[in-house]
């Protein structure tokens, strides 16, 4: 098979897009890959995480959230796009109307139903590698989040435990239990 190309991916990208298909496209190692939309679980805690992460960042002007259409071509020439991911001010002052070309501060992978927890595990080890600051892990089965980083070992909280980021994000605290869809009473849906 042919090493596929940045351009490629565009021209498919925008063939989808004209046939009106919910499809996005990542470039790995010359190969394309289709990613299709994902469960509602794993939707849902990405706009949560991105929310969450967003009304810190935006009025302290420290830099831009993605969702998971925001592509990067990273230094070894892949395409991909993070659930969720995060760059400071500093590195990127204003958003090209084109794919970012730089490592993410912060990536976010969100587990979805047909995901494999190892294949996730790796592509957030390869932007750690690649750069990135921090690179965190979310699995809605099991209710855990595993942060990355460059240093030291993966480390896993649960639904009792606060996610903090001070290296990029100082003060910004995340309770994990604010991460997981809320289950809504019969007093609520009533009302």
Same mark, same amino acid.
């Given at each position: ?9 565009e021209k ?12 996005d496209l ?23 995480? !991105?929310? /969450?992460? $967003?009304?810190? @960042?935006?009025?302290? +002007?420290?830099? #831009?959230?993605?969702? =998971?259409?925001?592509? &990067?071509?990273?230094?070894? !020439?892949? /395409?991909? $796009?993070?659930? @969720?991911?995060?760059? +400071?001010?500093? #590195?990127?002052?204003? =958003?090209?109307?084109? &794919? ?5 501060? /912060? ?18 080890i390869n ?65």
């Amino acid at each position: 098979m042919p090493i596929m190309t940045i351009k490629d991916v565009e021209k498919l990208q925008s063939a989808i897009n004209e046939a009106g298909l919910d499809y996005d496209l990542e470039l790995e190692n010359g190969s394309i890959s289709i990613m299709g939309p994902s469960d509602i679980v794993s939707s849902e805690i990405g706009i949560l995480f !991105s929310r /969450l992460l $967003a009304n810190w @960042v935006y009025p302290r +002007r420290l830099g #831009r959230v993605f969702d =998971s259409a925001g592509g &990067f071509i990273l230094p070894d !020439s892949n /395409l991909t $796009a993070p659930d @969720v991911s995060f760059v +400071r001010a500093a #590195r990127l002052r204003q =958003s090209p109307r084109y &794919f970012g070309e730089l490592v993410p501060d /912060l990536v976010v992978e969100i587990k979805s139903q047909s995901d494999r927890i190892k294949t996730l595990e790796k592509k957030v080890i390869n932007f750690i590698n690649l750069g990135a600051v921090v690179g965190i892990l979310i699995d809605p089965d099991e209710e855990t989040v595993t942060v990355y980083r460059s240093e030291g070992e993966p480390m896993v909280f649960n639904n009792n435990d606060v996610l903090t980021i001070p290296e990029l994000l100082p003060g910004w605290e995340l309770p994990i239990s604010e991460l997981w869809p809320p289950v809504f009473t019969e007093e609520e849906i009533e009302s």
